[in-house]
């Protein structure tokens, strides 16, 4: 069974930082593509980055430059390193994950960041 859970979501500062990590479980992690999205209230979900198991790389244009997704082999972890945080980042943000196998999308449960100003 695949399984997803994000942590390291809080409050901050604009400007300020936070480090996202999804620990992963029940997948062949160095053969699986893993992805960050987000929601914020009122808007579309939106992919964030993903870090594909072959090292491609991809933001969205609204975080490029501020956000970085990293592999972590060794713990089967995906973390987003966010800095130069924005209001306008204020989302509940997801770990993802589909099965090139059988095309089923697997969610973590969501944690929360909130951008004061």
């Known amino acids: 069974q695949v399984m997803l859970e994000e942590s390291g979501g809080g409050l901050v500062q604009a400007g300020g930082s936070l480090k996202l990590s999804c620990a992963t479980s029940?997948?062949?992690?160095?053969?699986?593509?893993v992805d960050w999205f987000r929601q914020a209230p009122g808007k579309q979900r939106e992919l964030v980055a993903t870090?594909?198991?072959?090292?491609?790389?991809t933001y969205a244009d609204s975080v490029k430059g501020r956000f970085t997704i990293t592999r972590d082999s060794a713990q089967s972890t995906v973390s987003l390193q966010m800095s130069s945080l924005k209001p306008e980042d204020t989302a509940v943000y997801y770990c993802?994950?589909?099965?090139?196998?059988?095309?089923?999308?697997?969610w973590g449960q969501g944690t929360q960041v909130t951008v004061s100003s």
């Open positions: 870090a594909s198991f072959t090292g491609y790389k």
């Open positions: 029940g997948l062949i992690f160095s053969l699986s593509s």
């Open positions: 993802h994950h589909r099965s090139a196998l059988s095309g089923l999308d697997y």
